[in-house]
């Protein structure tokens, strides 16, 4: 390769430069690929890029990068290949490029970044036996240039990257010689590294050039985590660090120093000793008192950093000092010294301060609720840390909650992480925060001006404040029997009284809101039971479902629903003002400026469906509120099937009113959620009037325009009427709308895939009710599905391929169905069906083979089979099933057993292979003489050892998961 390329300056060049344009010629960008990779596989193409690096300074540095990257691959892959003369002259070659004044200095940092990374490389690869003195080499061109001593500290990181760092996953070798690499340096040049941090601390960091000082101190920084401690806690290091606290441009390397030795892994007895020799606690307290004023908010969010790292190791280490029942006073005194710091971090006005603490914070909770709350320090401590934490997430008045930017996020991700530290610290002391929540919120809702003029991040603060203590207390619950003294019926009604209701912002309303759903057991008491018009008045007025956020409004709707879903009894009598409030917001319509959205209404329309469902509502009336509450959605329906859809001006307008079409069945299912199931809807006298709203579904499939959206819809219906009518009503119904689906789209694959859980889910239900209709169905189905799965398509559609498999599974679903009971599966075998027989059989021993990615599926396909075989092996009413099964299933058995693919160590493999040992068992219980016969001839053809062909018969009389066993223990 060095023949080939030693005179190529310009092609390198070129090629490099091809790579990196994209208006090039695809050819020839290609061929400039194909040079590079050829280069960097080349056994002297890490010489030959060295040598030009080192000498041709005019190189462009896309050019120069292309070089270091051949000479990082020969390093990182072949360096054990290279001779010691080859060895020496790399090495030498990069060192003279650092002799050269200008050649740091002149290079852009991702130059020097891949050098620095090279170097750590040779130094993996050669420290201690083949370069010993790898760091007085590296310090040697200090003299250089400045520059050279930003390499060095570049080089330095290199090494922390490649031995140290606990970012990336490494092999258990690499792991082994990073070890030894880290003794080699504790005992060779680490003192020699600590030495050259001092050397550039000195020279400096009082000059302009004190980027180098800040610079080292993030390489100390990364070091301190596992150098021996002597080497740093030392007065020389320490002056240092202390006297860059007080820098501008230093302080942030230093206090990164610091918190590297505060949470350095020690005895905890001996990091408290260390802890006591730096005293940061008074240092940081003398510090914040003389120039509190002065400090930014990013020197400030460092010296959190620090409080935060002195609180968590504190506070840890007393935890497990108190696991060893060993005395913890020293540390009780010293985070008795560090909390008032915490505290006051985390009032602090900016965010950014605050949450550099919570981490201790959270630490400081733990640490009390191991050694518990036994004086009163410690309870005032952790009370102004918890009325912190609330003030703390009170919202801006510039937040935008119409959009939420960069910054509204990271404040709802900090209002989060406070919310989780306040339940932490209501489940602390239960009472003691409970007590100070119910203070906190009726003092904050007493006073001028009223509450609805009030700022509403006050108050939004309250109302959340609420919220969260049912939230964090979930002992404390509302009930019927509640004291009207207890906490929560107090703060309720506090809320309630304030009038807080009528506040205009979006915020407050949906806090409001979202109380009244989480505490709606306050209103079935007796002191709660007297607000439910006002919450009633907030909800259909101009702060809820006709507040002008529509987001508020969605919100709104949700809550409601739920709202009656808890209260339904005691709302009844409030339905005619319900009914007559939510009718103007109930539009079937295709516009744009609907006051709630379609989706929102249906949450309305299951609210109805609740209340009218409550037993207490008389039939009549029951029946005269939902024919008022139906009426103008089917009124709706028969106008736009009637002639409005077909009369549609294009495309985008028929599938806007299809879809509203789907949206007046999903509103008509929503009501009917209020009745949980055919007895229910049997009792209420009303389902005489959702049998007729399925009628008029039903003439919607003929629709020619818009049909996968409109069937959709019809049969999303029928499948929740299966839940609530009875047969009689159902039965026509349902056989009639799989009939004309089956007619209209039955070898559509995604319309029989979804098709196939509905009569799955009949099935399941009415059983030898609906057998004369599965009978009907079955062939027609059977064949619907075969065709589709035997229409052409192109393998390498993915999404094709899918469908397909989905059919399959749900093809097979369908006959578990048909063979789940012997009413069922007898349709396999009526007159009709019975010459069918061995395809459909056959089709289900393809499945039990050809699935073994999907072991679930293939389990099905055993589940069928061993249903039949339980239901007809020996019996004579099904006389040709016997043949079925000693010539295909128990091959098929045999062949997916041996199969490599069914992997019986997986849990859903075995599951496979239990059923498998079912399938043989209960075909051995039926007629064991001619199952042995058959079973010992495929035996013999099978490659399986003797000693399987002897107690095979034996564990045949074994239960089935002993047989599995049995056969687990003879696979591979």
């Given amino acids: 390769m060095a023949g080939d390329v030693g005179g190529a300056c310009d092609e390198l060049e070129q090629a490099v430069l091809l790579c990196h344009d994209p208006t090039a010629a695809e050819a020839l960008r290609h061929h400039a690929h194909q040079y590079c990779e050829q280069l960097k596989q080349s056994a002297e193409g890490w010489l030959y890029c ?12 896309e050019t120069r990068f292309m070089c270091l990257q051949v000479i990082e691959f020969a390093v990182r892959n072949r360096h054990d290949q290279l001779d010691p003369q080859q060895v020496l002259k790399l090495r030498e070659l990069l060192l003279s490029w650092l002799r050269v004044p200008t050649s740091v200095q002149a290079s852009p940092p991702f130059i020097k970044n891949k050098m620095a990374l090279i170097f750590g490389l040779l130094f993996v690869a050669e420290f201690p036996a083949a370069w010993p003195t790898f760091f007085i080499d590296l310090k040697a061109v200090w003299d250089v240039s400045p520059h050279n001593i930003d390499f060095y500290l570049r080089v330095l990181m290199a090494i922390d990257v490649e031995v140290v760092d606990r970012d990336f996953l490494r092999s258990a070798l690499v792991l082994e010689r990073n070890s030894r690499l880290k003794d080699a340096m504790r005992e060779l040049a680490l003192p020699f590294i600590v030495n050259s941090w001092h050397d550039i601390f000195t020279a400096f960091a009082a000059t302009p050039l004190c980027a180098l000082a800040a610079d080292c101190l993030g390489v100390a920084a990364s070091y301190i985590s596992w150098i021996d401690i002597s080497l ?37 007895v001996a990091k408290i000793e260390l802890l006591d020799s730096l005293n940061l606690i008074g240092f940081l307290q003398t510090l914040l008192s003389q120039n509190a004023v002065n400090y930014d908010v990013d020197s400030l969010i460092r010296l959190g950093r620090l409080v935060n790292a002195i609180v968590v190791t504190l506070c840890s280490g007393a935890m497990k000092l108190a696991e060893q029942h060993a005395n913890i006073e020293a540390s009780e005194l010293r985070i008795s010294a560090s909390v008032p710091l915490l505290i006051a971090f985390l009032a602090h006005n900016d965010d950014g301060v605050s949450e550099t603490v919570l981490p201790g914070a959270t630490n400081y909770v733990q640490y009390l609720k191991q050694t518990g709350l036994h004086s009163e320090d410690r309870i005032k401590c952790i009370t102004t840390v918890f009325l912190n934490v609330i003030m703390k997430m009170k919202y801006d008045l ?12 990271m404040f709802m991700e900090f209002r989060s992480a406070l919310e989780v530290l306040f339940e932490n610290i209501v489940m602390l002391a239960p009472e003691k925060m409970v007590a100070t929540c119910q203070e906190f919120i009726q003092n904050s809702l007493l006073g001028q001006p009223p509450v609805y003029h009030r700022a509403f991040n006050d108050v939004e603060l309250v109302l959340n404040v609420v919220f969260l203590l049912g939230k964090a207390a979930p002992g404390r619950t509302i009930n019927e029997e509640s004291s009207p003294d207890a906490p929560l019926i107090c703060v309720m009604s506090a809320v309630l009284a304030s009038g807080v209701a009528m506040h205009p912002h979006r915020a407050v309303s ?20 007297p607000h439910l018009p006002t919450v009633l008045a907030a909800f259909f007025g101009k702060v809820g479902l006709n507040n002008p956020s529509p987001h508020v409004r969605s919100r709104v709707a949700y809550l409601l629903q739920r709202f009656c879903r808890a209260m339904r009894a005691l709302l009844l009598p409030h339905c005619p ?27 309305l329309y299951e609210a109805i469906g609740l209340l009218i469902a409550e037993p207490a509502v008389t039939v009549t009336n029951r029946q005269a509120i939902l024919q008022a509450v139906l009426a103008p959605l089917m009124a709706r329906f028969q106008e736009i099937t009637g002639q409005e859809l077909m009369h549609a001006v294009d495309t985008a307008s028929q599938q806007k009113l299809a879809e509203l079409l789907v949206h007046i069945m999903s509103s008509v299912m929503c009501v009917s959620k209020g009745f949980a199931n055919a007895r229910k809807l049997g009792e209420s006298g009303c389902a005489g009037i959702f049998k007729l709203s399925l009628d008029a579904f039903i003439h919607a499939l003929s629709i020619p325009v ?6 959709g819809g019809v049969r999303t219906y029928l499948h929740r009427m299966n839940v609530i009518l009875g047969g009689p009503e159902l039965l026509p119904a349902a056989h009639q709308i799989v009939t004309e689906l089956l007619h209209l789209d039955g070898s559509d694959l995604k319309t029989l895939t979804e098709m196939i859980p509905l009569v799955t889910q009949l099935i399941a239900r ?14 027609p189905l059977v064949q619907g599905i075969m065709s589709a799965l035997g229409s052409e398509f192109d393998p390498r559609d993915s999404e094709a391929q899918a469908e397909r498999t989905d059919l399959r599974r749900a093809y097979f679903s369908l006959l578990g169905g048909f063979a789940g009971s012997a009413e069922v599966a007898c349709v396999f075998v009526t007159p009709e069906n019975v010459q069918h027989l061995s395809l459909v059989l056959g089709t289900v021993m393809q499945g039990c083979v050809e699935f073994e990615h999907d072991p679930a599926t293939q389990k099905g396909c055993f589940t069928i089979v061993r249903r039949l075989t339980k239901l007809w092996l020996g019996n004579p009413s099904v006389p040709g099933f016997q043949a079925l099964f000693f010539e295909h299933v128990l091959p098929t058995c045999f062949q997916a057993y041996i199969s490599p693919g069914l992997q019986v160590a997986d849990g859903q493999g075995w599951l496979v292979l239990v059923e498998i040992a079912e399938v043989q068992r209960v075909a051995y219980s039926k007629c064991a003489g001619e199952f042995l016969q058959h079973a010992q001839a495929l035996l013999a053809k099978l490659s399986l050892p003797p000693k399987f062909m002897a107690e095979y018969p034996a564990a045949l009389q074994l239960s089935k998961l002993e047989l599995a066993k049995f056969l687990k223990s003879f696979k591979g």
């Fill in 706 to 711: 818009q049909t996968s959206i409109i069937r």
């Fill in 50 to 61: 060295t040598e030009r690096f080192v000498q041709a300074a005019a190189y462009r540095d």
């Fill in 232 to 268: 740093v806690a030392t007065e020389q290091f320490l002056t240092h660090l202390f006297v860059f606290m007080s820098s501008d441009s230093l302080r942030e390397g230093a206090v990164d120093c610091f918190i590297a030795l505060v949470s350095k892994g020690m005895d905890p």
């Fill in 398 to 409: 510039e937040y935008n909650f119409e959009r939420q930017d960069e910054d509204e996020v």
């Fill in 766 to 779: 009415f059983k030898h009710e609906i057998v004369p209709f599965l009978n009907h169905l079955f062939l």
């Fill in 577 to 603: 003002q319900i009914l007559d409030a939510v009718a103007p917001l109930l539009q079937a319509s295709v516009a744009a400026d609907l006051p709630l959205t379609l989706d929102d209404q249906q949450f």
């Fill in 510 to 529: 949906l806090q409001f809101f979202e109380n009244i759903v989480r505490y709606a057991a306050f209103f079935k008491t007796a002191t709660g039971h």
